[in-house]
């Protein structure tokens, strides 16, 4: 059966997520499908999660209004989200007189984008905020509005609260094909038939896919991928700033950061790729990640590394690309969100709801809420706090993952989450069991336990982040696995 909707939005990274949660303000029926087991699975999960000020974007382009714009709104969506999101500030460090230009021209620059508070500091001052820069730094681009965010967290949250105002969301629904009607669209997808007024693109480095399918612009996107180191958080305070070097064609250049977690970041490599869904980590790459980032601190450790991950960039153009299709009607384009997209995708999505109000009538619910309560972050809360939990529930007594300190009651609350997802992946990016040191080797079968207690699903069944991820393949005597 076809089911009818106003607005279908296909991919669930955090544009279209945040594209779903400015049009639940409306009472439109919007629907959103995603290709994957979780949302944040593409682009959005694998970043550097850094709030920009907003000094890099060109005058003029929608990069420079809406980064300046999003990076305004994270502050107020992360307390009334819970999304972990610290406001540390960012420093574009200098370690020549060519460099010195630079920092004078992005600090034109963003003035003329409206980015407050912006100031150039003396090599003295850099040397007093950060202990382990560079001994040759110059002076630096100081931007106290730019922050850390957890990227894949506030995705989950901001499609959380979505869903809590009427979004519906279908995950493991690839759309395979989209039929032109008199009135809008016919789209398949996990082989359901959605038929739609307005289908919103947000497929990230596979937009120009989504578009062909509907009749839409023939992008060309280049992939650009970016690796990573992610350190122990007892490196966590090593910078207390985003550490940036000078940016080039290819990015905002590698840099040393905290994350909003408390681990330590370096990256990310820039390199353009064939393969779009190529993001392996690679020896060559993260070599010349920590030959990179030791040019801002030189004695950055190479060991207390926990993982290595890499993200991959869509870049169309030297813009984002936001408008309806030139070429059929009712198709909504987002493309070409390369960074600063994740700062932007709040006020993209705004974008986004002001052009669909051009064709639907915006009516607002009464009844919007704008809060969404996160999982309790037990590793953060006084003992008091702590208690309070384990009387009302003594799961939170449980300590499943000791890395992050996580209990089996955060456990239960991210399994009966809003969009509950029933992976270890998804389980550990909602309430970060397995994101420690020991990067799951001690917590894994417990939480498989907890979810197929949950679930119902067998417990050789539960797969890491998808059908294809099974874990378990078989008994040790051969036998079938239960
Ligand atoms: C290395 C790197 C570092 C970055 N650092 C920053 C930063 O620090 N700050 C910042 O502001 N920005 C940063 N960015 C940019 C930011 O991450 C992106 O702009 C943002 O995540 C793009 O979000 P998206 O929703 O458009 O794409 P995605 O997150 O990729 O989401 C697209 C979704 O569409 C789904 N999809 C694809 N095809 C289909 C289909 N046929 N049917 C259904 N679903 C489909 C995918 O599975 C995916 O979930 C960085 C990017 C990279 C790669």
Not at 15 to 26: F, K, P, T
Request: glycine share 10%; proline share 5%.
């Amino acid at each position: 059966m076809t089911q009818q909707w106003d607005v279908l939005i296909a991919g669930g990274g955090v544009v279209g997520a945040s594209i779903a949660r400015e049009l639940s303000r409306y009472d439109l029926k919007t629907a959103l499908v995603e290709a994957n087991s979780d949302l944040a699975l593409g682009t959005s999960g694998a970043n550097s999660g850094i709030v920009h000020a907003g000094y890099d974007a060109m005058p003029g382009t929608l990069m420079a209004e809406l980064n300046v714009r999003g990076n305004a709104m994270y502050p107020e969506l992360c307390r009334k989200l819970e999304i972990p999101f610290e406001p540390i500030g960012s420093l574009v460090l200098a370690f020549d007189e060519e460099d010195e230009k630079t920092i004078q021209k992005l600090y034109d620059r963003g003035q003329v984008n409206g980015v407050p508070e912006l100031k150039i500091l003396s090599a003295e001052e850099v040397k007093a905020m950060e202990p382990h820069v560079t001994e040759t730094v110059r002076g630096a681009l100081y931007a106290p509005t730019a922050g850390v965010v957890s990227p894949y967290e506030a995705t989950i949250a901001i499609a959380e609260n979505a869903a809590e105002n009427g979004v519906s969301f279908y995950l493991e629904h690839p759309v395979t094909a989209v039929r032109k009607t008199e009135d809008g669209f016919v789209v398949t997808a996990g082989g359901e038939e959605f038929a739609c007024k307005i289908l919103i693109n947000c497929c990230g480095v596979h937009a120009h896919e989504l578009s062909q399918m509907a009749g839409g612009e023939p992008f060309k996107v280049t992939g650009r991928k970016g690796e990573y180191i992610l350190y122990d958080k007892n490196l966590g305070g090593y910078v207390s700033h985003v550490l940036f070097q000078p940016p080039s064609k290819m990015g905002k250049g590698i840099l040393v950061t905290q994350t909003a977690e408390g681990n330590m970041l370096i990256g990310p490599s820039s390199m353009d790729v064939d393969d779009i869904d190529d993001t392996a980590t690679t020896q060559e790459g993260l070599d010349g990640v920590l030959v990179t980032a030791r040019r801002s601190c030189p004695e950055l450790p190479a060991g207390g590394a926990i993982t290595t991950f890499a993200g991959m960039r869509a870049v169309i153009g030297d813009d984002f690309i936001i408008r309806y299709s030139d070429m059929v009607d009712g198709l909504l384009q987002t493309a070409g969100i390369c960074s600063p997209g994740l700062t932007a995708a709040p006020a993209i999505a705004e974008k986004v709801a002001a052009l669909v109000g051009e064709r639907l009538t915006l009516k607002a619910k009464e009844n919007w809420k704008d809060t969404r309560e996160g999982i309790p972050p037990f590793n953060k809360l006084d003992w008091d706090a702590r208690q309070k939990l384990i009387e009302q529930d003594p799961a939170y007594a449980r300590m499943v993952c000791r890395c992050e300190t996580v209990t089996e009651g955060q456990i239960v609350k991210a399994l009966h989450s809003p969009i509950p997802v029933y992976t270890i992946d998804g389980v550990k990016r909602r309430c970060r069991a397995g994101m420690g040191r020991c990067q799951g080797s001690f917590c894994t079968p417990r939480v498989m336990d907890i979810i197929a207690r949950e679930s119902g699903i067998p417990f050789a069944e539960i797969s890491k982040n998808g059908p294809d991820a099974k874990l378990i393949t078989g008994t040790l005597k051969g036998g079938a696995a239960e």
